[in-house]
């Protein structure tokens, strides 16, 4: 038993050596990103974490701030239709989170409120303003969204985080933490190697991915502005959704449900809530099957919040001309700043006023920049058809929220 | 009990501990029996679960403890036939699953390899050929031992009782680095490099049976690559579930029989199965392939026909080898294939002697053309012929059969024999080129701290390489 005992002890030596000279080494390659109090996954890429899932599951602690913050969830438009750059510009008062992840269904988002929940305390969620960018293709069931048998069945993205490296455990309820929160940014510090690994990993692989494979690189904001559809595009689009919703006819009324809960759990816990319908081009929209059940599905939830405070409905159901859409779902970059415009113009004053509310001084205290909003409202005159239609929650007529002279409200002291 | 989860380690742990903490023969085998019982119970979620197994044991020792008062080859050829079909009743073989089955779930995990201890034990109980009667605590740590539970080795009883409860290693400092390295060189096979050839195995495969149409070319391109990932993932999982036993074994001080011997060195299918799943080819040979070659002996003496005797017996046992592995229709392709394959190699054998003689048939086997065109060979018939392991359902298995034509298949076989060829060719003369030049290197290898680092790095790489992978890594063998 001595000598098993003085094996494992060399062992253990040997490998917390090569360990802390490898951590030591991710220091230099890769520093550590500012903690700036919000995230934006779509620059996923350039943090040491690479992939949205990772970087909001590792990194999501910044999020525990008093300030105001507006977390946008839900899935690749949202992550690209209202980015964090532009909203952040158009909404002074709060911190703008983009949390989007690509192919979220709404049991991820569900599971991605819980998670910033988690590293949050109490001040820190009651200040939180949730923009949940919803469409029909996100109301697929779990099993059928990630059936590959590259993970443990009904896992989504932020799970197979969860488990991947052993910061939750499995258990026939569901995950459960085996890292407490408060310890997540050291967990997050401790596993750099394996975070160094795979970035060598993905930089080594991707011209292999990409050949044999066939996994193209993200198109440039050049390629998404002259990008075109053809019949064909279009036509194997309509199979791709068909497929990726479970081969069904319908989207799924437990998706449907289970968004219905998140809100409602959201507002009961003190915080805001901007349901956003998100437009998808009009060949789509009027082609698939999903779309009837889908649009009977949020008008059913517009109508069972309406009324309830801290809640806020946005259509954006005329954004649909086929030229504005990269591909079936996906704004080009000049509509995605009509879309900020339109949320901004839903957030500036819902955000605006829970904070000087609060704290009257905050917005000049903040170091937050003030947008330019003459220039906003110049450029946006090129869609006028952004002007902002907001469905007011509490008595269900459209509204203008735009001030009488074009510039959205600002942040006033 | 996955073999890669945190509980594991801590189970292996605590039964490594309790085993030295006494060296007494009876308390030591009380920590083995434990431990085996501990580690099937994680398998299951309710002891109802756990109850086809008992029966299965139970009724296995019964039939060994009535061979071996008997004597007789009626109580053997009952006892065989008996334990036989309430396997394939448990197993749920396709053709048994929709006349009858237990309404409820239950453990299959390893039940293919206790069949094995269990025939063993009844026929060796029946030539005498048992050190002493079993008792039914000895026959669960045979039949259940943890280490070779889940996917073997089929050890022997007259070799396991050898080491039941003793020190048949003698540990030292040495030995014990030995063990941990096996052990991290097996779950550095399983978790890395089996993995990683799955990964391609999984993202190509799904195209052999998608819509888009292929080109004979692509198509047969496509099908090679995957049949050789597939064969890849097979070995490293397999072999690397090997090492991690052994490695633990020798812990515990038990010597587990090898079951890889470098088999795609080989140059004939039949010395193949010399050198993969060896303890399955030795059961094999042992308990059928002798025996039934026997049989046919004496009912056809005739000395010109014993060669061609050969080749029946070695058809016979290879396509009962074949269907062991599955429980679909497909396995009795697979078990054709491998009957084929070894009756075909066992005839060019003959051929070759008649044609050429011995001494030329040797001097022709000994070019270096023909061994690695012969290793190129082998390894592209098993790797096609394993493709009915990762098609298990007869429908899919003829929508690819039918896809794939003689054109695709044979394309990809002559892809895959050529390929094999020149990489077993190249990397031999690599690997020699660094052998002849590797004394100051071995001098360096052998010292404390170069050892333990090599050690440390494998480690960390599969720790690392492995969270790369969406789920964790599982024994492929464990299905069969």
């Known amino acids: 038993m001595k000598l098993i005992l003085h094996q494992i002890a060399l062992t253990t030596l040997c490998f917390g050596l090569l360990y802390g000279a490898v951590l030591g080494f991710t220091f230099l390659v890769f520093p550590d990103p500012p903690r700036v109090g919000w995230l934006d996954l779509e620059t996923s890429d350039t943090t040491p974490y690479r992939t949205a899932t990772k970087n909001f599951f590792l990194a999501r602690d910044v999020l525990d701030v008093p300030d105001q913050k507006v977390l946008l969830i839900g899935a690749s438009n949202t992550l690209v239709g209202f980015t964090q750059r532009s909203v952040q510009a158009l909404v002074p008062c709060a911190k703008v989170s983009n949390l989007a992840i690509g192919s979220a269904n709404i049991t991820e988002l569900h599971q991605l409120v819980d998670l910033v929940h988690e590293v949050q305390d109490e001040g820190a969620r009651r200040s939180n303003t949730f923009v949940i960018g919803v469409w029909f293709g996100m109301f697929a069931d779990t099993e059928k969204r990630w059936p590959g048998p590259d993970r443990h069945h009904g896992d989504t993205d932020l799970d197979v985080e969860r488990y991947r490296y052993g910061f939750y455990r499995r258990t026939s309820t569901g995950p459960v933490a085996t890292l407490p929160p408060e310890w997540l940014r050291a967990g997050a510090l401790l596993i750099r190697p394996y975070l160094l690994v795979e970035e060598v990993t993905r930089d080594l692989t991707v011209e292999f991915r990409r050949i044999v494979l066939g996994r193209q690189p993200n198109l440039t904001e050049a390629q998404r502005e002259t990008a075109v559809m053809s019949e064909q595009d279009k036509s194997d689009a309509l199979a791709y959704w068909r497929l990726n919703m479970g081969s069904t006819s319908e989207i799924s009324q437990a998706q449907v449900l289970l968004l219905q809960n998140t809100i409602d759990e959201l507002l009961r816990s003190g915080e805001k809530v901007v349901l956003v319908d998100l437009p998808i081009p009009s060949w789509h929209r009027d082609a698939s099957i999903y779309q009837p059940g889908y649009a009977r599905a949020v008008e059913n939830i517009f109508n069972h919040f309406a009324g309830r405070p801290n809640f806020q409905g946005l259509k954006m159901a005329d954004l649909d001309e086929d030229k504005d859409y990269v591909d079936e779902v996906h704004p080009k970059p000049h509509l995605a700043n009509v879309w900020a415009s339109r949320l901004a113009s839903v957030l500036t004053p819902l955000t605006c006023t829970a904070r000087t509310a609060t704290d009257p001084e905050a917005p000049c205290r903040s170091g937050l920049q003030l947008p330019p909003t003459d220039t906003d409202a110049a450029k946006l005159s090129a869609g006028e058809r952004a002007l902002p239609k907001t469905r007011n929650a509490h008595d269900g007529r459209s509204t203008n929220i735009r001030q009488a002279d074009g510039r959205v409200p600002r942040c006033v002291r | ?480």
């Open chain 2, 1 to 480: 009990m996955s073999f890669v989860s945190p509980i594991f380690f801590a189970f292996l742990a605590i039964t490594v501990f309790a085993f030295h903490l006494n060296t007494s023969v009876a308390y030591r085998r009380r920590v083995m029996a434990v431990a085996n019982a501990v580690f099937i119970a994680s398998y299951v979620n309710n002891v109802s679960e756990l109850l086809p197994l008992l029966a299965f044991l139970l009724l296995g020792y019964a039939g060994l403890e009535a061979v071996r008062r008997r004597q007789t080859s009626s109580s053997l050829a009952a006892g065989i036939v008996v334990v036989l079909a309430v396997y394939i009743f448990l197993k749920r073989f396709t053709f048994i699953e929709p006349l009858a089955r237990l309404p409820f779930p239950y453990l299959i995990v390893g039940l293919s390899y206790i069949l094995f201890r269990v025939l063993q034990v009844m026929v060796d109980a029946r030539s005498g050929s048992l050190p002493d009667r079993i008792g039914p605590l000895a026959f669960f740590r045979y039949t259940c031992n943890f280490l070779c539970f889940v996917s073997g080795p089929i050890q022997r009883y007259q070799d396991f009782a050898t080491m039941d409860g003793l020190d048949a290693v003698r540990l030292d400092a040495d030995r014990v680095y030995e063990a941990f390295s096996r052990i991290v060189t097996g779950y550095f096979k399983f978790v890395v490099i089996a993995a990683v050839a799955n990964y391609f195995f999984m993202s190509f495969s799904p195209q052999l049976f998608g819509a888009a149409p292929l080109g004979p070319f692509k198509l047969s391109l496509l099908y090679g690559f995957c049949v050789a990932a597939y064969t890849a993932y097979l070995y490293f999982n397999f072999s690397g579930y090997m090492d991690i036993v052994i490695g633990i074994g020798l812990l515990l001080g038990q010597v587990l029989p090898e079951n890889f011997n470098r088999p795609f060195t080989a140059r004939s299918f039949l010395e193949f199965w010399q050198r993969w799943h060896m303890t399955l080819s030795e059961w094999f040979k042992l308990y059928l392939f002798n025996p039934f070659l026997m049989f046919l002996m004496t009912r056809f003496p005739a000395p010109g026909l014993t060669a061609y005797l050969g080749v029946a017996a070695f058809f016979v046992t290879f396509l009962v080898m074949g269907i062991w592995h599955g429980t679909t229709l497909v396995f009795v392709i697979y078990g054709l294939l491998m009957g084929a394959g070894a009756s075909l190699n066992k005839l060019w054998q003959i051929a070759c002697a008649n044609r050429f003689g011995k001494k030329r048939y040797r001097a022709l086997s000994q070019m270096t053309a023909y061994i690695y065109l012969a290793r190129g060979l082998t390894f592209a018939y098993f790797a096609v012929a394993l493709t009915c392991l990762w098609v298990p359902e007869l429908h899919q298995f003829l929508t690819l059969s039918k896809r794939l034509g003689i054109t695709g298949t044979g394309g990809a076989f002559v892809l895959l024999a050529l390929s094999f060829s020149a990489a077993a060719l190249i990397l031999d003369s690599v690997v020699a080129w660094f052998s002849s030049r590797g004394d100051g290197l071995r001098a360096v290898s052998e010292g404390l701290v170069y050892k333990n680092m090599s050690l440390a790095i494998r480690i960390l790489a599969m720790l690392v390489i492995a969270s790369i992978f969406n789920a964790p890594a599982d024994f492929v063998y464990k299905a069969f």
